[in-house]
Nanobody, 123 residues
Framework: QVQLVESGGGLVQAGGSLRLSCAAS????????LGWFRQAPGKERDLVAA????????YYADSVKGRFTISRDNAKSTVYVQMNDLKPEDTAVYYC????????????????WGQGTQVTVSS
């Protein structure tokens, strides 16, 4: 299975932007659906964005629609999430996740996880 390494987290002011990257190594990246989850202190880990094989099929949580954009570059085995107009409530550890799938759809549950990257949005 793939191994995932996130990068791009940090501290940003409200209204600012960050782009998270997740580089994968291992098996065939293009056969994996990919997701970005986040977990704030004391809260559950929630799916915020996900993308299928080709990038055509995507999912966004209501809380990030219109502000976050997920994309993937299969040639680079990397998935991204561009986060704009960040809000203090976006503060969390963000995790990249993967799941091998057999058609181009976007699942809600994932089996492979990265180590997470902290995003902190100050008001």
């Amino acid at each position: 299975q793939v191994q995932l390494v996130e990068s791009g987290g940090g501290l940003v002011q409200a209204g600012g932007s960050l782009r998270l990257s997740c580089a994968a190594s291992g098996r065939t990246f293009s056969r994996y659906a990919l997701g970005w989850f986040r977990q704030a202190p004391g809260k559950e880990r929630d799916l915020v964005a996900a993308i299928g094989w080709t990038g055509v099929n995507t999912y966004y949580a209501d809380s990030v629609k219109g502000r976050f954009t997920i994309s993937r570059d299969n040639a680079k085995s990397t998935v991204y999430v561009q986060m704009n107009d960040l809000k203090p409530e976006d503060t969390a550890v963000y995790y990249c996740a993967a799941r091998e799938v057999y058609s181009d759809f976007v699942p809600r549950d994932y089996y492979v996880w990265g180590q997470g990257t902290q995003v902190t949005v100050s008001s």
